[in-house]
């Protein structure tokens, strides 16, 4: 296995069968965003290995049905003031609470910047996996395992459904509906590839609901309340879809139900999406496990 490197492990691409004459000119035309003369900067600095570790030239000559290994920087990455806590670290789990605006994993224009790589740093565990995600918008209880070899244990709870997740939001309050209920539909891919929407039932053609969401009324507030929801399924904005098509759209939420122009993050206005807590028997030492974050989701001011 290759190493990490200042917490970002390495990514890969596969070598196809193709015409190019050396290594350089594949990476060019595979990724025409960046520069001959940025890989042929990455090689030099041994960021650019094949399989077995060992540094690739920039014309050392195109071999197919391989692979080729690449550590990812990013220059001039925008700091992130937002600062998670380690909630809990035993030998084999790291349970962190992620503010909002703060992405779990590298992506885009976001690498050092994203909290798994600064635990990995922090922590000094350069093997440290997420089990999960949550939205870069959403804050709360996210897990992390120590130990790769443990991983497919934690993900089966996951895959099983065995893993109680119990969430809060702030979202419009509405006399009409009667609680506690639960939002069951079938969720597709929207128009727009940000969003997921409920299809309709001629869509479903009969299928089995893929997603089901148990929503709790907590407290009222004039206008909002405030709502525990426990997804029962795992998909992608699966509560910010259930609780916008329940009439309920949760505040801050730029996406649900109509996709606003995206821009620079309203740090004063997060969406009050919060994942409160998280419960599972672990698959490793078969003791119950429970974890709760210590963040807070605050009703915005009302309007004057």
Same mark, same amino acid.
């Given at each position: 296995m290759l190493p990490v490197r200042d917490g970002v492990g390495p990514s890969?691409?596969?070598? #196809?069968?193709?015409?190019?004459?050396?290594?350089?000119?594949?990476?060019?035309?595979?990724f025409p965003a960046i520069a001959a003369t940025e890989w042929t900067a990455r090689m030099a600095g041994g960021d650019v290995v094949d399989g077995a570790g060992e540094r690739v030239a920039p014309a050392q000559p195109y071999r197919p049905h391989g692979k080729l290994f690449y550590y990812r920087t990013v220059a001039h990455e925008i700091r992130n003031a937002a600062q998670a806590c380690v909630l809990f670290e035993d030998e084999l789990l790291v349970v962190?609470?992620?503010?909002?605006?703060?992405?779990?994993?590298?992506?885009?224009?976001?690498?050092?910047? @994203?909290?798994?790589?600064?635990?990995?740093?922090?922590?000094?565990?350069?093997?440290? @996996?997420?089990l999960h995600?949550?939205?870069?918008?959403?804050?709360?209880?996210?897990?992390?395992?120590?130990? #790769?070899? @443990?991983?497919?244990?934690?993900?089966?709870?996951?895959?099983g459904r065995e893993v109680a997740k119990t969430y809060q939001a702030i979202a419009p309050s509405n006399a009409s509906l009667q609680f506690p209920l639960t939002r069951i539909s079938n969720l597709v891919t929207g128009d727009h590839f940000m969003q997921m929407r409920e299809a309709d039932d001629s869509a479903a053609n009969g299928r089995e609901p893929n997603a089901r969401t148990e929503v709790e009324l907590m407290e009222t507030r004039g206008a909002l309340a405030r709502y525990r929801l426990r997804p029962l399924t795992g998909k992608r904005h699966q509560l910010r879809v259930h609780m916008a098509a329940l009439g309920l759209p949760i505040v801050g939420d730029r996406i649900y139900p109509r996709l606003l122009r995206q821009g620079g993050d309203e740090v004063g206005n997060p969406l009050r999406l919060l994942a409160q807590g998280i419960a599972f028997r672990d698959p490793v030492t078969g003791r119950e496990r429970g974890f709760s974050s210590r963040l807070q989701l605050h009703f915005p001011p009302p309007l004057l």
């Open positions: 890969q691409v596969s070598l #196809p069968t193709g015409g190019w004459t050396c290594m350089l000119d594949f990476l060019v035309q595979r962190a609470d992620k503010p909002h605006f703060l992405p779990v994993t590298p992506s885009g224009d976001c690498l050092q910047e @994203t909290l798994l790589v600064r635990l990995r740093r922090q922590l000094g565990v350069p093997a440290l @996996t997420p995600r949550i939205d870069r918008e959403t804050a709360g209880v996210v897990l992390f395992a120590k130990h #790769p070899a @443990t991983c497919a244990g934690y993900h089966a709870l996951f895959a």
